[in-house]
T-cell receptor
Framework: ELKVEQNPLFLSMQEGKNYTIYCNYSTTSDRLYWYRQDPGKSLESLFVLLSNGAVKQEGRLMASLDTKARLSTLHITAAVHDLSATYFCAVEGTYKYIFGTGTRLKVLA | KAGVTQTPRYLIKTRGQQVTLSCSPISGHRSVSWYQQTPGQGLQFLFEYFSETQRNKGNFPGRFSGRQFSNSRSEMNVSTLELGDSALYLC????????????FGPGTRLTVL
């Protein structure tokens, strides 16, 4: 059974600091997605990672995928308050997507 | 291009009732997936439809069912509602070929009293 774990579950960080969110999954997959969810809102697609070694960057966020280690990371550079949200990774299985537990990020001014 | 739409946005029901939620995917998207989101269980996969066929189903009781129409619109039904069914129900659509990036609708907030 495909399982996806994220850590940390909660992250409180100061503006300007860097941090990394980790996403581990249990079975072979080379398709991984990152989403952002603001309170009371739906999910917004951030990154699509389709192969081993894939790296995508958008603003202060950078995502990477290591399919051999079954690990994806979401790196936050010089955090700003607007990045406060919950971040989910999702791994594509056979006709389904399994989501991680989510990481609730709070950036403090 | 219009996004994924879901109706209704909010719903209040009582235990024992049934409910039907609707999802219209992005034009051209043929795959529709449904998820239940709760604070305790997170985002859980309910089912996926493609060309009117259910291709996969999550670990939910038979009270949860769905269908997809020829225009790719989808509905999900929950019968004999329980308090624990209170959740945000999210629908997502994708092309189902090539990159299967999912795009989510705004969700339906179901409250069971």
């Amino acid at each position: 059974e495909l399982k996806v774990e994220q850590n940390p579950l909660f992250l409180s960080m100061q503006e300007g600091k860097n941090y990394t969110i980790y996403c581990n999954y249990s079975t072979t997959s080379d398709r991984l997605y990152w989403y952002r969810q603001d309170p009371g809102k739906s999910l917004e697609s951030l990154f699509v990672l389709l192969s081993n070694g894939a790296v995508k960057q958008e603003g202060r966020l950078m995502a990477s995928l290591d399919t051999k280690a079954r690990l994806s990371t979401l790196h936050i550079t010089a955090a700003v308050h607007d990045l406060s949200a919950t971040y989910f990774c999702a791994v594509e299985g056979t006709y389904k997507y399994i989501f991680g537990t989510g990481t609730r990020l709070k950036v403090l001014a | 291009k219009a996004g994924v739409t879901q109706t209704p946005r909010y719903l209040i029901k009582t235990r024992g009732q049934q409910v039907t939620l609707s999802c219209s995917p992005i034009s051209g998207h043929r795959s529709v997936s449904w998820y239940q989101q709760t604070p305790g269980q997170g985002l859980q996969f309910l089912f996926e439809y493609f060309s009117e066929t259910q291709r996969n189903k999550g670990n939910f009781p038979g009270r949860f069912s769905g269908r997809q129409f020829s225009n790719s619109r989808s509905e999900m039904n929950v019968s004999t509602l329980e308090l624990g069914d209170s959740a945000l129900y999210l629908c997502a659509s994708s092309l189902a070929q090539g990159v299967n990036e999912q795009f989510f609708g705004p969700g339906t907030r179901l409250t069971v009293l």
